[in-house]
């Protein structure tokens, strides 16, 4: 079975400051990671994916994400947030690639003071 | 663009029973998802509709099955509900199967006593 763990239900960061929320994983298998978002009133949004190769994945918006597998970790960062990063944010594992099998962790809502 | 629109809200009904939950999609999309949401407020994928067919079946119990009339319709029945049962059940769409953008209802209650 497989699980996500995000240990923060809210984060209050200042405009401009870095960001990072973090999230956990539980998979016997290969892990594909994803991290979502949602802005008020809209969808999930995909900001990025981890399949395989540089544990560094580069996604919208200027997010990246870092799987460490010694950690079972994929935590979500940003150098400098925008009030407009003001959102719900998932991570997400699944047994394959393409994303129809996901398991979501609860979210961490971030709010960005200007 | 609307949404994605699930009834009922709530349900509350009796272990044995059979319970319908209904989703319809306005959005066009061509994929459609049954999640459940656990104790631990986890969001798993129960099953995955794409263009009224069934693409995705997870491992629940052969009581749990879905029924899509066509892309903007995907509903569960229950045959026989058991305790554990009880979740909050979401239905969600997406444009195409990759998940890149999911929609997701506001969900329905189950409680089974």
């Known amino acids: 079975a497989q699980s996500v763990t995000q240990p923060d239900a809210r984060v209050t960061v200042s405009e401009g400051a870095s960001l990072q929320l973090r999230c956990k994983y539980s998979y016997s298998g290969t892990p594909y990671l994803f991290w979502y978002v949602q802005y008020p009133r809209q969808g999930l949004q995909l900001l990025l994916k981890?399949?395989?190769?540089?544990?560094v994945v580069q996604g919208v918006n200027g997010f990246e994400a870092e799987f460490i597998k010694s950690n079972s970790s994929f935590h979500l960062r940003k150098a400098s947030v925008h009030w407009s990063d003001s959102a719900v944010y998932f991570c997400a594992v699944s047994p394959n690639s393409a994303g129809n099998k996901l398991t979501f962790g609860i979210g961490t809502r971030v709010l960005v003071r200007p | 663009e609307t949404a994605v629109f699930q009834t009922p809200n709530y349900h509350v009904t009796q272990v044995g029973n059979e319970v319908s939950f209904n989703c319809k999609q306005t959005?066009?999309?061509?994929?459609m998802y049954w999640y459940k949401q656990d104790s631990k407020k986890l969001l798993k994928i129960m099953f995955s509709y794409n263009n009224k067919q069934l693409i995705v079946n997870e491992t629940v119990p052969r009581r749990f099955s879905p029924q899509s009339s066509d892309k903007a319709h995907l509903n569960l029945r229950i045959k026989s509900v058991e305790p554990e049962d009880s979740a909050v059940y979401l239905c969600?769409?997406?444009?195409?199967?990759?998940?890149?953008?999911?929609?997701f209802g506001h969900g329905t209650k189950l409680s089974v006593l």
């Open positions: 981890y399949y395989s190769g540089d544990p």
């Open positions: 959005l066009g999309h061509d994929t």
């Open positions: 969600a769409s997406s444009p195409g199967q990759g998940g890149e953008r999911l929609f």
